[in-house]
């Protein structure tokens, strides 16, 4: 699997934990996850923590992977001052460009204790394989 490669998301991420700017639709947040083989299968984990599973959108298009949720912030009384609010809120987004290798077609998704695991099997013809030699019997050349 490829992913997407910026050389300022990582800088733009400590900028907004430093700043504590949330994520908007037009520039959203960079969400942490893991990504391995397992079987025949990769899977994807996000971290979505507080995340509800009807503000998450999967989405993809050719070898293009787009996942993003939004984290709005939890109702509060009217008369609640808030001390300390450390929990980013906003838009999270991440895309991953797949392998030829992944079967797009049969990707599913669970979400479960705020983290989205994606798995997406990998094709039949990415699968190894073994090759049969066919023996040659040797022809004498007379002239």
Same mark, same amino acid.
């Given at each position: 699997m490829l992913m997407r490669t910026d050389p #300022?998301?990582?800088f733009d991420r400590l900028a907004q934990q430093l700043l504590g700017n949330a994520g908007t639709w037009s520039k959203p947040s960079t969400m942490p996850m893991d990504a391995y083989r397992e079987g025949e299968e990769?899977?994807?984990? #996000?971290?979505?923590p507080?995340?509800?599973a009807e503000a998450i959108d999967i989405d993809v298009q050719r070898n293009m992977l787009t996942v993003k949720a939004e984290r709005r912030p939890?109702?509060?009384a009217d008369d609640a001052q808030i001390e300390l609010s450390e929990r980013p809120l906003g838009v999270f987004s991440r895309q991953l460009v797949l392998a030829d290798t992944l079967d797009t077609e049969h990707i599913s998704a669970d979400y479960d204790a705020g983290v989205l695991t994606v798995r997406i099997p990998v094709t039949e013809r990415a699968k190894p394989r073994r090759i049969a030699?066919?023996?040659t019997s040797a022809h004498q050349i007379t002239g």
């Open positions: #300022f998301r990582e990769y899977v994807i984990a #996000f971290d979505l507080g995340v509800s939890a109702a509060k030699v066919g023996g």
